[in-house]
């Protein structure tokens, strides 16, 4: 074989060996890494976003749509049924006792709670989007915002509402650590920002478009990114970052389930992952 057509043949078999790889991980399956299996554990969930456990054992996931058409869902042993409809981009979820805390990612309430008969606003906060439970019982809350958002802490009794650290651009997730402190990303950043008492510690992760953070009671904090292709999901634990999983479409919050699994909602092939 001449040396120019052999040269053609390697360029052409470099290139479509580039084509089929860049193919594979633009329509490929999520990799998980080493130890870990992925399965689809629910799909035909329209812009799935937040997960949350109830004390049975029970999970619940918001849809993140517009235009009132948001809805909280229940899954059941037959399939999953909607506990609430009419809803304006929910977005985050937290079970406090008997009570779920539902965030809404447009206007004004940004929060609002639910004890499975009635609903109560919070109007202090604006555009809410990630929600955990801080140590003493209260509610944080970070709003999405793109140059005016705050962390919030919300007592879910009075209604009260302290500011403890503004501004924020685009805040996204929010969690509290086992010792109490209190850690949330922004989705510009690349970073993992922790509040101290003397302000806050920005630690470098090379995150893209970090999303919902759950800390967890090893002191391990669950991190996602809110990218449409390449998603990640990270685990953040003794000062490093680990790529738990690849190649996910748009991961959004992640969580253990009552049998140790985890948990994860894929927007953007409208399914959960465990």
């Not at 800390?215 to 809110?226: K, R």
Request: some cysteine; hydrophobic content about 45%; charged content about 25%.
């Amino acid at each position: 074989m001449p040396l120019r057509r052999r040269r053609l043949y390697l360029t052409l078999a470099a290139v479509l060996a580039v084509a089929a790889f860049v193919l594979f991980m633009l329509l490929g399956p999520p990799l998980p890494g080493k130890g870990l299996v992925c399965e689809i554990e629910a799909d035909g969930l329209d812009n799935v976003a937040a997960l949350a456990f109830d004390s049975n054992g029970a999970l619940y996931a918001t849809l993140e749509r517009t235009r009132h058409l948001g809805e909280l869902v229940r899954f059941t042993v037959t399939g999953r049924e909607v506990v609430l409809s009419g809803l304006d981009k929910p977005d985050g979820l937290l079970w406090r006792g008997d009570t779920l805390f539902i965030t809404s990612e447009i206007g004004d309430p940004g929060l609002t709670a639910f004890d499975g008969h009635a609903t109560r606003a919070y109007h202090g906060v604006q555009q809410g989007e990630g929600i955990a439970l801080a140590a003493d019982g209260r509610l944080l809350v970070v709003e999405d915002r793109k140059t005016d958002g705050r962390l919030l802490r919300v007592d879910p009794d009075s209604g009260d509402i302290d500011v403890l650290h503004e501004p924020l651009a685009n805040a996204e997730g929010v969690c509290a650590s086992p010792d109490g402190g209190i850690w949330f990303v922004e989705k510009g950043a690349s970073s993992l920002s922790h509040l101290t008492a003397r302000g806050v510690q920005a630690i470098e992760g090379e995150l893209v478009h970090p999303a919902f953070l759950n800390c967890l009671a090893d002191g391990s904090i669950l991190v996602t990114e809110d990218r449409n292709r390449f998603g990640r999901l990270i685990r953040y634990r003794d000062g490093r970052f680990e790529t738990l999983i690849r190649n996910l479409r748009a991961p959004q919050m992640a969580v253990v389930g009552t049998d140790g699994a985890l948990y994860i909602a894929e927007q953007n092939r409208d399914r959960v992952l465990r």
